[in-house]
């Protein structure tokens, strides 16, 4: 049976609304959730910002779901720091906890003062940063002198059950090039034609474990009501990925955005009053062979959503 979880945007949510949203959301039957990690949202509509380490502890604690987060070691955040806090959830909360670790966004990982690399540099020092954490993850002591740098690292408390890393990657390339150390792929929805070349990209070169897809949603009474949800919250993120991850802060996406319609929302978002019509969409992804759906209602009041989608969406869906 497909795994239906349920996606807390920590840029939209303050964390503890965030925490009540999650357990309403496995007390109406989602399977799972995961979390974005963010210390900048991606506009100042969205307006929030809370640590997701902090919170995935609190949320790890009080329910009984498996969570995941996507986060970006190498600049913002040491790998050996992804590796310790990983590790330390691991052990807590045994094969409950994931995370996928990608190459990051501008927005941030500026707070560094670093500079932001291209993304091929980028693309190395996740692969890196990947090495360097599945040997600390093996108890081992590490030295790594390339792109990051590690000297005489080592976690103590290693879990039994090691957190799976799993790949972000949008793009046909990544999920590629991710298939040689990934344990599992996750993605955003796209059209059905590119998610199949993304999710064939990965399986083509041997990539394992489970597909997992985060969709972005917008449902409300009226369809008017829907759509003014995903422009007011959504516009900021209907830019391809090469020109979203240069972006600085959420004033930058907010001016890039400000005459985006609704026509380039529906591109980003599923846009429906309809629950058959979203049943629909995600049954979709599932024929095309996704094992996890995440469901992603971007808008800011979730008990709605939750509730609706418990009732009505989540029953055709298995």
Not at 90 to 113: D, Q, Y
Request: glycine fraction near 8%; charge should be negative; aromatic fraction near 8%.
């Amino acid at each position: 049976m497909a795994v239906i979880g349920f996606h807390a945007s920590h840029e939209q949510i303050g964390p503890a609304q965030l925490l009540a949203d999650v357990k309403l959301a496995e007390e109406a039957g989602f399977d799972a959730a995961m979390c974005s990690d963010h210390i900048e949202p991606w506009s100042a509509r969205q307006g929030h910002s809370g640590f997701a380490w902090s919170w995935l502890g609190a949320a790890l604690a009080t329910t009984r779901l498996r969570f995941g987060v996507v986060t970006a070691p190498g600049q913002r955040y040491h790998p050996a720091t992804i590796a310790h806090a990983s590790a330390t959830l691991a052990a807590m909360f045994p094969g409950r906890f994931w995370f996928a670790p990608g190459s990051g966004e501008n927005t941030n990982e500026h707070i560094t003062g670093g500079g932001w690399p291209a993304k091929d540099v980028r693309q190395r020092r996740l692969e890196e940063c990947v090495d360097v954490i599945r040997r600390l993850h093996d108890g081992e002591e590490v030295t790594h002198r390339g792109l990051v740098t590690v000297e005489q690292a080592r976690i103590w408390e290693v879990p039994e059950i090691k957190p799976e890393l799993v790949a972000p990657a949008i793009s046909v390339e990544t999920a590629r090039r991710a298939a040689a150390w990934a344990d599992g792929l996750i993605t955003v929805n796209q059209s059905p034609e590119q998610l199949r070349k993304v999710l064939g990209a990965y399986r083509d070169n041997g990539g394992r474990g489970r597909a997992a897809l985060q969709v972005h949603l917008s449902w409300a009474d009226t369809e008017e009501e829907a759509a003014a949800i995903a422009l007011d919250q959504w516009r900021s993120n209907v830019f391809p990925s090469h020109v979203a991850a240069d972006l600085a802060t959420a004033a930058h996406f907010d001016a890039v955005s400000e005459h985006v319609g609704e026509d380039q929302v529906r591109q980003a978002v599923n846009v429906s009053a309809s629950t058959g019509r979203h049943a629909e969409w995600l049954q979709g992804y599932l024929d095309l062979g996704f094992d996890e759906l995440y469901l992603h209602f971007v808008g800011q009041k979730q008990q709605p959503f939750i509730t609706e989608f418990a009732d009505e969406v989540l029953p055709q869906l298995r």
